[in-house]
């Protein structure tokens, strides 16, 4: 069992549809919860920064983080085209260098 | 801002040769950089972390005279991929992260590297 499992998509929605993009993971060793987007060729960006439980808003984009069912979501409210990316999650231990463990990537394309 | 620049943004080489690829956080101190490999429609793979004045750390499988990783100072890392052959294909990503302590992590633009 990966460590960490994303729904890779493709995900297809229409201009002005709330996105929700999701991530369960195994380890509950986990403190730290990113988000990250990438569009095609380039590094990643990141967009949210979580820590334990609890939920971050962002303009248009929440976050969420559920440690008791080890699931986190990123929610994008009002999309745009140019949403469309690869979303990664990201999480990390407490530890002395914070190694991330990736999500394979859910790809997004909004609809105009 | 959190910059991170990466240097060749694309590199073609022949079988054979050595690459080296620069990464440099520019408006900000990194004490720990880290270097991933991605495949295409893959997510990230962490090749080595790299601590500014000390040896960096690799990941299983990741041979270390191969990849070789250079820390020299606190904006700068460099991979260098030696004797490169056609299956080291890949793009190439660095992040910095800010100061120790802290979990964030800023990347690069990437490095594509196409071995011929």
């Known amino acids: 069992q990966k460590e960490v499992e994303q729904d890779p998509g493709p995900l297809s929605v229409p201009e002005g549809a709330i996105v929700s993009l999701n991530c369960t993971y195994s380890?509950?060793?986990?403190?730290?919860f990113m988000w990250y987007r990438q569009y095609s060729r380039k590094g990643p960006e990141l967009l949210m920064y979580?820590?334990?439980?609890g939920n971050k808003e962002d303009g248009r984009f929440t976050a969420q983080v559920d440690k008791s069912s080890k699931y986190i979501s990123l929610f994008i409210r009002d999309s745009q085209p140019s949403d469309s990316a690869t979303y990664l999650c990201a999480m990390a231990r407490i530890s002395g260098t914070y190694k991330y463990i990736f999500g394979t990537g859910t790809r997004l394309k909004v609809l105009a | 801002g959190a910059v991170v620049s990466q240097h060749p943004s694309r590199v073609i080489c022949k079988s054979g040769t050595s690459v080296k690829i620069e990464c440099r956080s520019l408006d900000f101190q990194a004490t720990t950089m880290f270097w991933y490999r991605q495949f295409p429609k893959q997510s990230l793979m962490l090749m080595a972390t790299?601590?500014?004045?000390?040896?960096?750390?690799?990941e299983q499988g990741v041979e270390k005279d191969k990849f070789l990783i250079n820390h020299a100072s606190l904006t700068l890392s460099t991979l260098t991929v030696t004797s490169a052959h056609p299956e080291d294909s890949s793009f190439y990503i660095c992040?910095?992260?800010?100061?120790?302590?802290?979990?964030?992590?800023?990347f690069g633009p990437g490095t594509r590297l196409t071995v011929l």
């Open positions: 790299s601590n500014e004045g000390s040896k960096a750390t690799y």
């Open positions: 380890n509950s060793a986990f403190q730290y």
């Open positions: 979580t820590y334990s439980s």
């Open positions: 992040s910095a992260q800010r100061t120790s302590g802290s979990a964030t992590q800023y």
